[in-house]
């Protein structure tokens, strides 16, 4: 399965979801490609330190993303690209081979009415591809007493594009995890409740790759912060 962490704008949390995601499916016995698509190379480095085990590949340009990534997938279980900021054909040749996007999204107004445009190219994607690939977006960096409005939901209602129940609260624990070259559930009891709701988002977007399903979530005790 191909997953793409998706959205045009810089700074969304894209490849923060897109490590935790490749390093939570290896936790879950998957055999996982983190593909960094960005020129800023930054996700390869990172998993590379934080979980070695995950195979890193830098994809630099359309041409291997479309000629590489069905390999790549044959290779290991899951491939996780973690897409660029800007560069559309990047976005586009992504998507054009993704089984599912995952499009991260800060919850402010300003930033769900900029996905319409962001996600020009998802639904272009769509039209040629009769749907595929399916997308979800997630909330990122929300305020920790975050409740969605009506406006929210209305806006992405309007986008046609579901929103995960699950998203992830603005913390200082996930701005440090570079730099410890680590992922949240490495980072001891001040991580917790990030490594958590990580757990929980995961679980939420891609039940079928959860192994131990009878296993409860280990120690998560934070309230929900569930957005719908
Ligand atoms: N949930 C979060 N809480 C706090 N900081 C975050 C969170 N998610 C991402 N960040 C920080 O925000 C910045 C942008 O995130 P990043 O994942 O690099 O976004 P993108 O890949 O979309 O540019 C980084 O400094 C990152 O550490
Ligand atoms: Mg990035």
Redesign the pocket.
């Known amino acids: 399965m191909i997953i793409v962490?998706a959205?045009s704008?810089?700074?969304?949390?894209?490849?923060?979801?897109?490590?935790h995601l490749a390093a939570w499916l290896h936790k879950q016995g998957h055999r996982v490609t983190l593909a960094d698509c960005?020129t800023?190379q930054?996700?390869s480095e990172w998993v590379r330190e934080a979980v070695p085990e995950v195979r890193a590949v830098r994809l630099d340009s359309p041409d291997m993303i479309l000629n590489d990534l069905p390999q790549l997938c044959q290779e290991t279980d899951f491939v996780v690209a973690?897409?660029p900021?800007s560069q559309t054909e990047t976005s586009r040749a992504l998507l054009l081979r993704a089984d599912l996007a995952i499009v991260?999204c800060k919850a402010s107004m300003l930033e769900v009415r900029a996905l319409a445009k962001a996600t020009d190219v998802l639904r272009q994607a769509q039209d040629i591809r009769a749907g595929k690939p399916e997308a979800v977006i997630v909330l990122?960096?929300?305020g920790k007493n975050y409740r969605l409005t009506k406006d929210m939901k209305d806006a992405a209602a309007a986008l046609d594009l579901p929103l995960a129940t699950r998203a992830?609260?603005?913390?200082?624990?996930?701005?440090?995890?570079?730099g410890q070259g680590s992922v949240v559930w490495n980072l001891g009891s001040r991580a917790q409740e990030?490594a958590g709701e990580v757990d929980l988002l995961f679980r939420e977007i891609l039940p079928g790759a959860v192994r131990n399903r009878g296993r409860k979530p280990s120690s998560i005790k934070s309230k929900k912060v569930a957005v719908a």
Do not use: E
């Open positions: 962490v959205n704008k810089g700074g969304v949390g894209k490849s923060t979801l897109a490590v960005d800023q930054s996700s973690d897409g900021g991260p990122s960096m929300i992830l609260v603005l913390r200082q624990v996930y701005a440090d995890a570079p990030a």
